[in-house]
C-alpha cells in the first residue's frame, strides 16, 4: 500500500505517515478566504458551489504560493490570478468504445459539453444509440481514425476482459491518441496499456457510479451527478494527460478523486468488490429459506442483495481482475463474522460487531462533512493531488494552462 500524506499544522502538505519525512519542501495546499455567494467566479468547470451550499461553505480566492491567504484590510478576498479565468480544460471531443451503462451514460453526459461519438461491438447496441441521436460508428477502427483526427479522449467502456483487443486496436489504429477507461481496477489496466499502447496519452480513470441493470437503455446522463470520479496518477504521469479527464469528470457533475491505481485497487475491493461478494451470499442464504423466507423479505433484504442483480459475468469481471485485494478483504469480512460468530455461539451477545460496524457507518455519513476549499498549483502538482485524495478530499475545478494550473479542491480541515 502507498504511504498516506498528512498536513502539518502551517497548512502545507507535509511529510509521509509511516514513512520517511519529506521535511519542508512539500507542496502547500491552502485555505484561502471564502467569497460570497459559493461560486468561484471564474467560468472553472466547477462543481464547488452545490457541495458548498449543503455545508454551508462558500467559494475560495487564490492565494500566493508563498504565503497563506489573508483577508485585505477591507475585508474582500485575495485578488484573483488571471490564469484562474481561463476556462476548465475539456478534451476536443470524446470517443466512448463500449456503449453499456457507464458509457452509455457518459456518451448521454459529455454531449451537453463536447463532440462525443462512439462505438460497440453489438449491432443492437449501435442501432439504439444511434436512433437517439447520437454518432456511432460501424467498426473500431472508424471510431479510433476520428477520434485520432479529432484529438478526442479516447474512452474503454468495455468489460475489463476486453481491454486487450481494444488496446491492440489502439496501438495499430491511433497509437498517440489521449486515453482512459472506467474499468474497476486499475493497477492491472496500467499494465496492460504500458504493454499494449505504449504511446497513448493514458490516464486511468474510475466514476464510482452504477446500477444493477445494464445496456444502452440502462444509462442516463445523470448517472455521474455528486458521484466519486477516481482519476489515477503516479509520479511518471503527465498533468497535461490528466486535466482533460478531470475536466470532463468535472463537466459530467462528478467530484475527481485523484489516487494511485494501487490504492484504488485496495479501496474498490473493500467498498465495492467485498459488497457484490457479499450480496451474491446474502441472496443464496434468503433463497435457502424458500419461499417462506423470500416472501417475507423486504428492504434490508432488498438493499443487501441489489447488485446481486447485475450480470453474473459483469461481477466476475470485476471481482476476478482485482483478486489479490479482494481475497484480503474477503478475510478481513470472514474474520469479523467468525468473532460474531463465536461470540453469538457463546455468549450470544453481538455487540462487538453491532457497536464497531454502527460507528463505521457513522463514519461514512460523515465523510464529506469537515472538507475546506483549498487551492493547488505549482511544479509539485502530483504531490499535491495525490495528497487530496488519499486524505478523502476530491478536486472541484481546473482551470488556467498546462504550465500554470490552477486546482480547486476540498481538503479535511484539521489534517
Not at 502547500?28 to 461560486?39: E, I, K, N, T, W
Request: hydrophobic share 45%; aromatic share 2%; proline share 7%.
Amino acid at each position: 500500500m502507498p504511504a498516506k500524506r498528512a498536513v502539518v499544522p502551517d497548512g502545507r502538505l507535509g511529510g509521509v505517515v509511516g514513512g520517511a519525512s519529506s521535511g519542508d519542501g512539500m507542496p502547500d495546499v491552502r485555505a484561502s478566504q471564502p467569497a460570497p455567494g459559493g461560486s468561484s467566479g471564474d467560468g472553472a468547470l466547477d462543481r464547488t458551489a452545490g457541495e458548498q451550499a449543503r455545508r454551508g461553505l462558500s467559494g475560495d480566492g487564490v492565494p500566493p504560493r508563498s504565503a497563506v491567504a489573508a483577508p485585505a484590510r477591507n475585508g474582500t478576498e485575495p485578488s484573483e490570478d488571471p490564469a484562474a479565468a481561463a476556462a476548465g480544460p475539456l478534451p476536443a471531443a470524446v470517443c466512448v468504445l463500449g456503449m453499456g451503462l457507464i458509457g452509455g451514460s457518459l456518451m448521454r453526459a459529455a454531449a451537453a459539453h463536447v463532440p462525443v461519438f462512439g462505438w460497440s461491438p453489438g449491432e443492437q447496441t449501435r442501432l439504439a444509440a444511434a436512433a437517439d441521436g447520437h454518432a456511432v460508428l460501424d467498426t473500431v477502427e472508424d471510431a479510433l481514425r476520428r477520434a485520432e483526427q479529432t484529438d478526442a479522449l479516447v474512452v474503454l467502456a468495455a468489460p475489463v476482459t476486453a481491454f486487450s483487443a481494444l488496446l491492440r486496436a489502439v496501438d495499430a489504429t491511433a497509437p498517440t491518441v489521449r486515453l482512459t477507461d472506467v474499468g474497476s481496477v486499475k493497477a492491472p489496466v496500467a499494465a496492460q496499456v504500458a504493454a499494449l499502447a505504449p504511446r497513448a496519452r493514458y490516464i486511468g480513470s474510475h466514476p464510482m457510479a452504477g446500477t444493477a441493470d445494464s445496456g444502452w437503455a440502462a444509462g442516463s446522463a445523470g448517472l455521474f451527478a455528486d458521484r466519486a470520479w477516481v482519476t489515477c496518477l503516479d509520479s511518471a504521469s503527465s498533468i497535461e494527460h490528466w486535466a482533460p479527464v478531470a475536466g470532463l469528470a468535472l463537466a459530467v457533475g462528478s467530484r475527481v478523486v485523484p489516487v494511485e491505481p494501487v490504492a484504488h485497487d485496495d479501496a474498490v475491493a473493500r467498498i465495492s468488490h467485498l459488497p457484490h461478494l457479499l450480496a451474491l451470499a446474502l441472496a443464496q442464504v434468503g433463497q435457502a429459506g424458500g419461499s417462506l423466507a423470500l416472501g417475507l423479505a423486504a428492504g434490508s433484504f432488498a438493499d443487501g442483495t441489489r447488485v446481486a442483480g447485475t450480470r453474473p459475468e459483469l461481477i466476475r469481471a470485476m471481482c476476478e481482475g482485482n483478486a489479490p485485494h479482494l481475497v484480503h478483504a474477503l478475510d478481513e469480512a470472514l474474520a469479523l463474522l467468525g468473532v460474531a460468530r463465536a461470540s453469538l455461539a457463546s455468549s450470544g451477545s453481538l455487540a462487538k460487531i453491532a457497536g464497531g460496524g454502527h460507528e463505521a457507518r457513522l463514519a461514512f455519513d460523515r465523510r464529506l462533512s469537515g472538507l475546506r476549499p483549498v487551492v493547488l498549483r505549482g511544479d509539485d502538482m502530483i504531490e499535491q493531488l495525490l495528497a487530496v485524495g488519499a486524505a478523502g478530499g476530491f478536486v472541484t475545478a481546473v482551470t488556467g494552462s498546462v504550465e500554470q494550473l490552477i486546482v480547486r479542491a476540498m481538503y479535511p480541515d484539521g489534517q
